[in-house]
């Protein structure tokens, strides 16, 4: 590509990650477009995420001006044992958001003529000229940067670094919303309340969101639930992802599509483990997500002229609820690196020594925090071996690592 001129940078995936990145990137001066695979629907998808400051700062940074509360505030998080009595707490004032209150704000800050959806990523090339993404549909584009933002199952990581595979972790997500209004009376004394239990069979998380337009007003928002639950590899996760058609789905499957019987069953689940009034939540609701939990390590993040960025590079399990964070953080750390360096390749090792180290402290905490999932115990203090206690569970769960290093240290003397 020509030297001296605007530089220009392709974006593969329009979800956070990748709009963080072409935000930034278009405000540093780059020549941006985005291309996204679905056609459509990416703002209904997610559902509740932990909020940090950190993020909203570089939303900032990234173009977002919106003067609304970014989510419901949340003074602290408890632990509740079986009858429903809180047994640990942990103060950490926080604000808990949906999904859609990170995207909504990216994409209406990127140009809408710059974001292409329905392109999907079917293959890439580079030279020391540039780099040139080819689309399923046939099209083609050239650039002087690819950035790799297409999630966990990564066509750009599978054209550099084919060997990185995400790990199942050996449990899955499952994770619904229900309006505050469709809660008994019993629920109201809880709903604000950042709840983590352990009901002999994985980890269940509750807490409000906002609701429809955003709101956060008592009685209009809604309240998302998290059940970490253990499901073996194999025949078990093949059932609980093939729909009734007999399509077993590789990732994740399509809300609409989980069978019944696998949704009757986590609500007897519920029903029997979760103590009232927490059990109303799964009963109660009336749509379903499952997500199975992944680790994945990437050997670096630049390729060349070829970066990967968010879940595309480094997927640390939810337990440290900064996936949007880390996407962000990447995001951020690209832009310097490619204005601090004018050689691509150059800035593309700087951003890989500038994120890798924190990439992997968070999929090592996050590891640590899963692991009595993974081995089946009742509770994360089940095993001493594992240096976990209730208290640092609930310490580090869904915030920013504050040392990394020292929680890697930790989490390799157990
Ligand atoms: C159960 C669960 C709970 C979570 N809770 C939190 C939380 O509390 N806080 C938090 O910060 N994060 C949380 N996360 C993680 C968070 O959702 C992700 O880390 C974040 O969405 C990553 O963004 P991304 O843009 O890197 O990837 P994604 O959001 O996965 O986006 C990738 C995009 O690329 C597109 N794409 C894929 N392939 C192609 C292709 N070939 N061509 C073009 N486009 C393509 C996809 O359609 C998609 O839009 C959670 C995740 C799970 C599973």
């Known amino acids: 590509m020509a030297t001296g ?14 709009l963080f990145a072409a935000n930034l990137l278009l405000r540093r001066g780059w020549d941006v477009t985005v291309h996204e695979r679905a056609r459509q629907g990416l703002e209904s998808r997610g559902t509740g995420i932990a909020h940090h400051a950190e993020t909203e700062a570089i939303m900032a940074l990234a173009g977002v001006r919106d003067e609304n509360p970014p989510g419901v505030h949340v003074p602290g998080r408890c632990a509740v044992d079986a009858s429903g009595a809180v047994v640990a707490r942990e103060a950490y004032p926080q604000y808990v958001t949906a999904w859609g209150r990170i ?12 974001y292409q959806a329905g392109q999907e990523l079917a293959g890439l090339a580079q030279d020391a000229e540039g780099v040139t993404a080819h689309f399923a549909d046939g099209r083609s584009a ?21 060997a990185a595979q995400p790990l199942y972790a050996g449990y899955v997500g499952w994770r619904g919303l229900l309006e505050e209004a469709e809660f008994s009376p019993a629920f109201a004394p809880v709903f604000t309340q950042f709840t983590f239990g352990f009901p002999g069979k994985g980890e269940f998380i509750g807490y409000p969101v906002p609701g429809a337009g955003d709101s956060v007003a008592p009685g209009r928002r809604r309240y998302n639930f998290l059940w970490y639950y253990p499901v073996d590899a194999g025949a ?9 058609a007999g399509h077993r789905h590789a990732l994740s499957i399509p809300p609409a599509l989980i069978r019944p019987r696998h949704i009757a069953a986590l609500q007897a689940d519920a029903a029997a483990r979760l103590p009232a009034p927490y059990a109303e939540a799964p009963l109660r609701a009336r749509q379903f997500l499952v997500q199975p939990i992944f680790d994945l390590d990437s050997p670096a993040l630049g390729f060349g002229r070829v970066a990967l960025l968010g879940d595309a590079g480094f997927v640390a399990r ?18 310097e690196a490619l204005e601090a360096e004018p050689d691509i390749p150059a800035a593309l090792r700087r951003y890989g020594a500038a994120r890798i180290p924190p990439s992997r402290a968070a999929v090592a905490v996050s590891r640590h925090l899963g692991a009595f999932i993974e081995r089946r115990l009742p509770r994360p203090e ?11 569970l609930l310490a580090l769960s869904g915030r920013p690592v504050a040392d990394p290093a020292a929680w890697v240290r930790h989490a390799d003397a157990h």
């Open 318 to 335: 939810p337990h440290v609820g900064v996936g949007v964070l880390k996407a962000a953080e990447d995001a951020r750390a690209l832009a």
């Open 103 to 114: 995207f909504n704000p990216l994409r209406a800050a990127f140009p809408a003529e710059r």
């Open 5 to 18: 001129a605007t530089r220009r940078a392709i974006v593969i995936g329009g979800s956070v990650g990748g």
């Open 382 to 392: 089940a095993d001493p071996s594992l240096g976990l206690t209730l208290p640092g």
């Open 236 to 244: 078990a996760l093949d059932d609980l992802l093939t729909d009734a």
């Open 142 to 162: 050239r650039a002087d940067l690819l950035v790799g933002a297409d999630g966990l199952r990564s066509a750009v990581r599978a054209a550099v670094a084919p």
